[in-house]
């Protein structure tokens, strides 16, 4: 349950209570008027009518430019409403709104110092736990890597059609890739005689089991999003499939075992693969699409495209790795 918040003019408050009417939310009440002539109106919603009072609020107060939608969390509502749990439960909707969603995503293509030291940290801890045969120190690596925000909102860019959202999130992935890459590749050199490890072995290969951590991590990073559920252990999954395969490039890379490094390189592509695919079919099957008729024509392309791209790219992954098993 949250507020939306409309601060508009006085003369869209008719409006806004016909919009609260229809939509049946839980309860409303207006402000005063302020000196500026605009009023604020608070609604109350249901998680299942959010998205739809906000799209027709947006829809009428679209030519406005004084006007402002803001959405409030809210920890307790007493009395508690009646049927609340049964409207979330039936709902196939996100639990969020797309705008809250785009919120939240959008942080995790910002391509700032924080971003780059955690990305290197986490290289730097899961090169030396592929080294040493050591998982707990490698799980640990997993902790601090912050690959799950730029992949979930890659895959959200793809679903609404929004081009820009896809293009900061794409460099921010190849930018984590790149980076951790390079940083495994200057550590192999410290400890060239500990590169050919149980460990780093397991991550030049594609298995099938790791295709499946991979789908379900993308799956699981969407829905945590979608139903504001704490993203935290979604991230170590994600991390799990993406940070010691790319570790596992740059260290063998340093040894030049080019065979070694492209098997890792086909695991990341699939897993790549993997957490996309799956996030974006998590995206559709709960309803997230743009507002507009406009956008969502736009949005049903890249859509479409994703998809046979995605699909396509496993499909040729899959036949590199049986044709190089039977080389």
């Not at 839980?26 to 739809?52: K, M, Y």
Request: charged share 15%.
């Amino acid at each position: 349950m949250k507020i939306i918040e409309v601060i508009a003019d006085a003369g869209h408050e008719d409006t806004i209570r016909g919009i609260a009417e229809q939509h049946l939310v839980e309860d409303i009440w207006f402000s005063t008027v302020n000196a500026d002539g605009r009023v604020a109106a608070r609604l109350l919603v249901r998680p299942d009518q959010r998205q739809a009072v906000l799209n027709v609020l947006q829809t009428i107060l679209s030519a406005s430019e004084n006007a402002r939608i803001l959405v409030h969390p809210i920890e307790v509502s007493l009395p508690k409403l009646k049927n609340d749990d049964d409207d979330v439960n039936r709902s196939k909707s996100a639990i969020i709104s797309r705008e809250e969603i785009y919120t939240q995503v959008e942080k995790g293509t910002y391509l700032g110092s924080s971003f780059v030291i955690l990305i290197i940290l986490s290289a730097i801890v899961s090169a030396i736990g592929l080294l040493e045969d050591n998982v707990a120190v490698i799980i640990g690596a997993m902790v601090i890597a912050p690959l799950l925000g730029p992949n979930i909102a890659f895959a959200l860019g793809t679903t609404l059609g929004d081009s820009a959202l896809i293009i900061k999130s794409a460099k921010v992935i190849t930018a984590g890739i790149a980076l951790a890459v390079g940083v495994a590749y200057a550590i192999g050199y410290v400890w060239p005689d500990l590169l050919y490890s149980d460990e780093v072995l397991a991550r030049t290969d594609v298995t099938f089991s790791g295709t499946a951590i991979a789908l379900a991590s993308g799956a699981a990073g969407a829905l945590s999003l979608l139903t504001s559920v704490s993203g935290v252990l979604v991230g170590v999954m994600v991390a799990v499939a993406l940070m010691p395969p790319a570790t596992t490039i740059g260290l063998m890379l340093s040894a030049g075992d080019t065979q070694a490094a492209f098997g890792a390189l086909l695991l990341l592509a699939m897993n790549i693969a993997c957490i996309n695919l799956s996030a974006k079919l998590v995206f559709l099957y709960k309803g997230v699409q743009p507002r507009t008729w406009l956008e969502a024509r736009k949005a049903n392309q890249s859509r479409t495209l994703s998809i046979v791209f995605w699909i396509s790219l496993l499909m040729l992954l899959v036949l590199t790795m049986y044709l190089r098993q039977r080389i």
